[in-house]
């Protein structure tokens, strides 16, 4: 049986298809030749991260396909529904990337409250004749220790987060219908620490948090808008490795240029692959190419995942 890893797979993911016998092609095909390549390769399993969308073009076009599987958490560039409803397997990896994606949400807050996004633009290109001048700018920094973390949407990601800002001397706060209440484990040397958290309401994090970060699937209506905006701390810092769309980036842009905002991290974009060219040029904006899941651990993991759950299901 022979599956195409559209996006690649980690070796180790690839390594244990095969010893159970798969074939696995990590080449990637262009979107537009996908039907045909998977009919005449005779694919049974397609696999993706978020670059490939599997559509009902392709499920309907492709009746050799078993099972399609993506790398990763969110699904919302594969019709799930469709493909299920024609029979279809369809996996994911929910579980693997969390501590990944909430690494880089702090390595994020590290970098706005040291201004270490920008000291790496103005540095190569100033820094030697403007040295005590970046330094000076850069002298307002803040310590994260103390301050208050706003989590919407409190899942795997957004409570591998809190563990991370609790660890780091962090009030957390969050918001989550679907999670009233929630326990924190927090792993301290050999000691196990369990914080136990209560949901806020969305205005009290919004107008409590210091920092806002924004775990949430992607949604209808963005989650932060220029309302949601509105009733935040002055100063206020917002960082979205959820979902583009999640923060509508026009209010964004509007309340950073205001100083309502003082600082965004954006790993996703509303438009990806083609972000607003705005939006990464802005001054007060650090950017990661949606690199939250992008670690070797993550991609190890969601290989092996991947991997296992093919294997039962398809042999
Ligand atoms: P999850 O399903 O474990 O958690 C999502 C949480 O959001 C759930 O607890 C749900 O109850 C809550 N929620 C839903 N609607 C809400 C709302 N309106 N307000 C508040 N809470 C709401 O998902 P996860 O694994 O934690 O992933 C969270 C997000 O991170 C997803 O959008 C996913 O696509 C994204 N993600 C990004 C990267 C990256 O590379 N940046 C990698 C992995 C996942």
Do not use: W
């Not at 369990?194 to 949430?216: M, P, Y």
């Amino acid at each position: 049986m022979k599956i195409l890893a559209n996006d690649g797979i980690a070796p180790i993911g690839k390594q244990q298809l095969e010893a159970a016998g798969f074939t696995v092609v990590t080449e990637t095909v262009p979107q537009n030749d996908l039907i045909q390549t998977i009919n005449k390769e005779n694919y049974v399993a397609l696999l993706v991260r978020s670059a490939t969308t599997v559509r009902k073009d392709i499920i309907d076009a492709c009746p050799g396909l078993k099972l399609i599987g993506r790398g990763g958490v969110g699904m919302d560039n594969i019709d799930v529904a469709y493909a299920k409803e024609k029979g279809l397997h369809v996996i994911n990896t929910p579980a693997s990337s969390s501590q990944s994606v909430a690494e880089l949400v702090m390595a994020h807050l590290f970098g706005a409250v040291r201004f270490v996004y920008d000291a790496n633009r103005q540095m190569p290109s100033t820094g030697v004749t403007e040295f005590k001048t970046l330094k000076k700018k850069y002298a307002k920094g803040i310590e994260l220790r103390g301050k208050t973390l706003g989590i919407i949407g409190f899942g795997r990601i957004g409570q591998a987060t809190a563990s991370y800002a609790l660890g780091c001397g962090m009030n957390v706060i969050y918001t989550d219908p679907f999670a009233e209440k929630a326990t924190i484990n927090i792993k301290v040397g050999n000691q196990h620490v369990a914080v136990e958290l209560t949901s806020s309401t969305k205005d009290e994090v919004l107008t409590k948090a210091d920092f806002i970060s924004l775990h949430v699937p992607k949604l209808d209506q963005p989650a932060i808008g220029n309302d949601e905006f509105a009733i935040m701390k002055d100063g206020v810092i917002i960082v979205n490795a959820a979902r583009g769309g999640v923060v509508d980036e026009a209010a964004l842009i509007t309340n950073l240029n205001s100083g309502k905002v003082a600082h965004a991290a954006l790993d996703v974009f509303e438009n990806e692959p083609t972000p607003r060219e705005d939006v990464l040029k802005h001054p007060k904006i650090s950017l990661t190419p949606h690199i939250g899941a992008a670690t070797l651990e993550a991609q190890d993991r969601i290989g092996e995942e991947l991997a296992s759950q093919i294997k039962a299901l398809l042999l």
